[in-house]
């Protein structure tokens, strides 16, 4: 035989003429298929404020929140280019509005987490109730909730959005609805939903839907203050004291799709090696520190944005008292029961 099956020419010219037939040999594409341990093509990466925020102030002078509908930077991931994503599954971006402006009513299937990074005065409206915005503060508009956002402030505002883009994308999940109004009717009053629901009490009759949140601000004040009365306490060998935003209904994550966090470090803290499957987006609130991973490391810090992808082994070193806002797809993994974690001693 001269055209034996295990010869390269051979092969290629099979490959040629099957793939005519949408047909792929496995075997060329098994082990990257199936890697021994978590593959991404995502890559660390730091976004100082001081390197981006000229450039968001730059974008309030080309575009109106109006016509934009949302005046983002992407935090796109420079190992995923064109993907609009930061990490495998999470986008993230930074948004401004400025005084006076509206980014108008609109929902979609796509759930999305704000964290305010510089500025206060701007509100976001999650189904018919407005939340004033201020540094450090959380707001979440759960999958096909109405949303817009205003600044009747008179400073500009600048948030981190984080949304589940690629995952819905990647389940052709997508649907989304103008509502017609700028900004949406209010129903409620400010404060109507963390009353009803944030104040360790739920509505006699309140049935938990869809795994969403009914509270939808977690206000930097609160949760700051929280951190602080456990500074003194036990400390987490890799993570200082880190706390996850809960849905107070159910004790499970905010949102399906995303998990968020606030942590502490006390200054001098070197933390111990870490990695997760969860490729996660962080942001510093206060202080500073060194992230140092196997082959870079960068100090960080207020206003910093720096991602870890997945299985990136890490170690953080808080200079100062440092506190860390981040998040990720940890409770999709978890409900599919593929969250893994590994601590080093
Ligand atoms: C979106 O609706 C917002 O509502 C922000 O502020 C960022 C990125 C992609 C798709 C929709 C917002 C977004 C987004």
Excluded at 74 to 98: F, H, R, V
Excluded at 218 to 242: F, N, V
């Amino acid at each position: 035989m001269n055209a034996r099956i295990d010869e390269p020419a051979a092969r290629r010219a099979y490959y040629d003429r099957i793939a005519g037939h949408s047909l792929k040999p496995l075997w060329e594409v098994l082990a990257a298929l199936v890697p021994a341990q978590p593959a991404t093509d995502a890559v660390p990466a730091l976004w100082r404020w001081a390197d981006v925020h000229p450039f968001i102030t730059e974008s309030g002078s080309l575009i109106t929140a109006r016509e934009a509908e949302r005046r983002v930077l992407i935090l796109e991931n420079p190992g995923l280019p064109g993907q609009s994503t930061t990490t495998s599954t999470m986008y993230a971006g930074l948004q401004l509005i400025l005084p006076g402006e509206v980014a108008p009513a609109h929902r979609h299937t796509q759930s999305a987490l704000r964290f305010v990074v510089d500025g206060e005065g701007a509100y976001t409206a999650v189904d018919g109730e407005r939340v004033t915005m201020a540094p450090g503060d959380f707001i979440i508009t759960p999958m096909w909730t109405w949303h817009d956002h205003g600044n009747p402030g008179d400073e500009p505002v600048t948030w981190l959005d984080g949304l589940d883009i690629a995952v819905v994308r990647m389940l052709g999940a997508q649907f989304r609805e103008n509502h017609g109004h700028e900004a949406q009717p209010v129903s409620r009053p400010e404060g109507d939903a963390a009353a009803r629901y944030g104040s360790g009490m739920l509505p006699v009759d309140y049935a938990p839907r869809n795994g969403v949140t009914p509270v939808f601000s977690y206000p930097y004040r609160r949760s700051r203050a929280a951190l602080a009365r456990m500074a003194d306490g036990p400390r987490h060998r890799c993570h200082g004291i880190k706390m996850r935003y809960v849905n107070p209904a159910t004790g499970g994550a905010p949102i399906a799709t995303i998990g968020a966090f606030l942590q502490w470090l006390p200054a001098g803290f070197a933390g111990a090696p870490y990695r997760s499957t969860d490729g996660t987006v962080f942001t510093v609130v206060e202080g500073s520190a060194r992230v140092e991973l196997d082959d870079r490391s960068f100090d960080v810090g207020p206003k910093d944005t720096f991602v870890i992808p997945s299985w990136h082994r890490h170690r953080l070193h808080a200079r100062e008292d440092t506190v860390l806002f981040s998040f990720s797809d940890r409770p999709i993994q978890q409900a599919l029961h593929l969250w893994r974690e590994h601590e080093e001693a």
